[in-house]
């Protein structure tokens, strides 16, 4: 099992791979995303990281796999949100919405937005 781990201004990410058995026996790769937030003073005391920032970095996290192409480029992998996608689930269409008017050849590329994010388990 192969781990890397970047900073962000908001939190540290870390993803990583492992193989698994899929239900048909075949080899099957599933991609895990953890998120250590660090939204600033006050965030332990009156437990807004894991309140607001959690779901807020997980969804930001989807999302930059979606616009990055790892999706397409991988479309065997299948990636576990953890907490259902945070608030991805919330703001699926606006993302949609607006990668589609302020970005179009992308959009189009990926064949729209939402698709690539129901890919996410």
């Known amino acids: 099992?192969?781990?890397?781990?970047?900073?962000?201004?908001?939190?540290?990410?870390?993803?990583?791979?492992?193989?698994?058995?899929?239900?048909?026996?075949?080899?099957?790769?599933?991609?895990?995303?953890?998120?250590?937030?660090?939204?600033?003073?006050?965030?332990?005391?009156?437990?807004?990281?894991?309140?607001?920032?959690?779901?807020?970095?997980?969804?930001?996290?989807?999302?930059?796999?979606?616009?990055?192409?790892?999706t397409t480029r991988y479309p065997n992998v299948r990636i576990v949100a953890a907490a259902m996608g945070g608030a991805l689930p919330f703001f699926a269409h606006r993302f949609d919405h607006g990668i589609g008017k302020s970005h179009p050849e992308l959009y189009e590329e990926l064949g729209g937005v939402l698709p690539q994010l129901r890919r996410f388990w």
């Open 1 to 70: 099992m192969s781990r890397a781990a970047s900073s962000a201004s908001q939190g540290t990410h870390t993803a990583g791979t492992s193989p698994i058995q899929s239900r048909s026996g075949r080899a099957a790769t599933v991609a895990e995303l953890r998120f250590t937030p660090l939204m600033g003073a006050g965030s332990a005391e009156y437990h807004l990281a894991p309140d607001f920032c959690s779901p807020t970095e997980t969804a930001l996290a989807l999302c930059r796999l979606v616009v990055s192409k790892v």
